[in-house]
């Protein structure tokens, strides 16, 4: 393959490609002949199957059919320690039967409120020539698979896990979207890397990651009418958040562990491997079509279930920081955002950076206590850097280890403080997770709901710790009001988002600037287009950027549509859309659909919506689009139904939001 590689450079890319292609082809189809096949794993449905084999070097390998297409060509597995290798020159040990799963489970911060899970499991199991043993643990589901590592025994020198053999090898002509993973200590303040950048968009796989430190979870490709989404879940004490690293021909990914400088000063970056029996993390493929893959809950039904009785309360909130700056944290100012979501019926205020400063903790006391008479309750911001970064925003420091969050927690819970904001973390080195796992469980007894930004990605936490109600780990609302560059881009990035890294986990974009950004920079989306964000991104608490006097120039019936939104989605669906392109999703809360579409396109875009999807029969509701009512709206009631759909037409840029009566 070196020799091919060599042969293609300065070759047109295309004819590059279907060189590449060919000379895998030439690869794959040997090794598929040499492995001794050791069973298969279907799906409930027998739509999927995953074909596990051991090739000729006692490697582990794996591939994935969908209805008898390869959507995942044989790959190894294996783990690899300080002088141990478990990756290869293995003896198969013997492989389980096929055991069915079923998991039923409420999420009260995601898309689903009632979820049910039902896959097949089977195990497989090698040995190496020291006797030292490997399980491969397989569950398949209708719209994917997934995998994890199983020990039993401790394995002398795998104390610390130094490389995850696995690769997923996907079609050669196959199309992606990916997130760069920023290079550590690098950005504002050092605090990269932050899961913040912009995707690229339908780029064929193989193309180089930019900054040269792989992507970041979840990643989505489509080969033909396969769509796949990778993703990783259930991270837990002693393992570390990994990513994808491009591999050696178009096509192929490999897992990557952190850079040893996402890590707490002294602390591990590599995950460690601590009691036994010992799991690792799940590494996940979502397959099927565009609406099967956007619609799974995979990420969640792999997690692990609560680890604690915290309560869930998820909600939405006012929040100046965005529009207004660090300037705004003051008592007056907070005071008004308490009243404007007593107002729109919201349960939280959120107050940002330098309250501990700029507000004091005798005011703050005063506020929280306005606030509950107002029936509303306060979230307050900590920085939870020690000296990994140089985010200078405080409060700071008060966070780093046990004895000071129970002294930190006492006294918010005797503030009447209902949650935290958690800031500027140092990526997904294992010392790096264990800290979000103890702020994680030393919040829970006193009941906070907790918001970690600057931060990875959840990868299923909310279900194991119900009181994580979001997390940011993309690049936010905020970013827009920095400079016009990152406005211009907004259209397309929303539009991304909710078919890569809203899709398992909440998401803290802090949508909805329907008036303006600043003096400094102007919005590229229209007023209709903001407002389709609160049904669009999902998050167990949603903080709106707006503020109120902004909100008091919008028609009365966009505040009431704003005031009606569930606290809790009981269901979500995709109806239309492409990623990059246009996105159109309906959920469900409270008894009633509110549907919310985007058009990130430069010019306008039809779009037509089955009733069917919506449960079928005559639907009314009021339609919300792009108009003349100032800001920009305009607004009419809608039926349709059978044989009648409602066509819509969106402008560039444009959007709409629909709720059913």
């Keep these: 393959m070196a020799e091919v590689l060599r042969r293609v450079r300065g070759l047109p890319a295309r004819t590059a490609r279907a060189v590449v292609a060919m000379a895998l082809l030439a690869v794959w189809v040997p090794l598929q002949a040499a492995a001794a096949s050791l069973g298969d794993v279907p799906s409930p449905d027998g739509r999927l199957r995953v074909e596990m084999a051991l090739d000729d ?53 995601g898309k689903r409120r009632h979820n049910e899970y039902r896959a097949n ?17 397989w569950q398949v589901s209708n719209d994917g698979a997934a995998f994890r590592y199983e020990l039993e025994h401790p394995v002398p020198g795998l104390q610390t896990w130094k490389r995850d053999a696995a690769t997923f090898r996907l079609p050669p002509g196959a199309h992606a979207w990916l997130q760069p993973m920023a290079e550590p200590k690098t950005g504002f303040a050092r605090t990269n890397p932050s899961y913040e950048e912009y995707y690229l968009q339908d780029v064929p796989v193989g193309t180089p990651t930019p900054m040269g430190h792989g992507w970041v979870f979840p990643a989505l ?89 915290a309560p869930s309360v998820s909600g939405k909130a006012s929040w100046s920081w965005p529009l207004l700056g660090d300037d705004h944290t003051v008592f007056e100012v907070q005071k008004q955002f308490v009243d404007y979501a007593a107002r729109m019926g919201w349960r939280y205020t959120l107050v940002d950076a ?96 907790m918001n970690f930004h600057g931060a990875t990605l959840p990868r299923g936490w909310q279900r194991t710790w119900p009181h994580l109600q979001t997390m940011e780990a993309v690049r936010g609302l905020e970013f827009a009001t920095f400079e016009q560059a990152n406005a211009d881009r907004v259209p397309v990035h929303a539009a991304t988002l909710p078919f890569v890294r809203n899709v398992f986990d ?16 102007q919005r590229r989306t229209s007023p209709a287009f903001e407002l389709a964000q609160s049904v669009l991104f999902v998050s167990g608490i949603q903080h709106y950027a707006e503020t109120a006097e902004g909100m008091a120039q919008v028609p009365k019936y966009v505040r009431a549509f704003l005031s009606g939104l569930p606290e809790v989605w009981d269901d979500s ?19 009633r659909w509110f549907v919310g579409g985007i058009n990130a396109g430069p010019g306008p875009r039809k779009l037509m919506l089955d009733a069917g999807r919506l449960g079928g029969g005559v639907q009314r509701g009021l339609l919300i689009v792009d108009g003349d009512d100032a800001p920009g709206f305009a607004r009419r009631r809608v039926e349709f139904g059978p044989g009648k759909p409602l066509e819509l037409e969106l402008p560039a840029a444009g959007g709409f939001v629909l709720q059913l009566d």
């Excluded at 499991?121 to 643990?137: I, N, P």
């Design 573 to 591: 669906r995709f109806l239309d859309g492409y990623p990059g392109q246009y996105a159109v999703f309906a959920r469900q809360g409270g008894g």
């Design 506 to 521: 909440p998401m803290d974009f802090t949508p909805l600037a329907m008036v303006k950004l600043n003096d400094r920079v």
């Design 221 to 309: 490709f489509r080969s033909g009418d396969d769509w796949i989404l990778l993703s990783e879940g259930s991270l837990r004490r002693g393992d570390a958040g990994s990513r994808l690293l491009d591999g050696a021909t178009p096509g192929e990914y490999l897992i990557g562990f952190p850079d040893g400088r996402e890590a707490l000063p002294g602390g591990a970056a590599l995950p460690w491997i601590g009691a036994f029996p010992w799991r690792s993390p799940w590494r996940i493929v979502a397959v099927g079509g565009l609406a099967t893959v956007v619609d799974s809950t995979l990420g969640t039904d792999l997690a692990d279930p609560p680890a604690v009785a």
């Design 354 to 449: 330098l309250w501990d400063t700029q507000i004091g903790e005798d005011r703050m006391r005063e506020l929280v206590e306005y606030a509950h008479g107002k029936g509303v309750s306060v979230l307050v911001w900590y920085n939870s850097a020690g000296d990994w970064n140089d985010a200078p925003q405080t409060p700071r420091g008060r966070l780093l280890d046990h004895a000071s969050r129970v002294r930190e927690f006492d006294r918010l819970k005797a503030m009447g403080v209902a949650g935290l904001k958690v800031d500027f973390f140092g990526g997904d080195g294992s010392s790096m997770i264990a800290y979000y796992l103890d702020l994680l469980a030393d919040a829970a007894p006193y009941g906070f709901q």
């Design 121 to 137: 499991r089977r195990v497989f199991r090698w040995k190496d020539a020291q006797g030292h043993g490997l399980a491969v643990a």
């Design 57 to 109: 070097a006692g490697r582990p390998m794996w591939r994935l059919l969908r209805e008898g297409r390869e959507v995942v060509a044989p790959s190894p597995l294996g783990m690899v320690g300080e002088g141990v290798d478990l990756s290869q020159g293995l003896v198969f040990a013997g492989v389980d039967p096929v055991q069915p799963v079923a998991d039923d489970y409420e999420l009260l911060s």
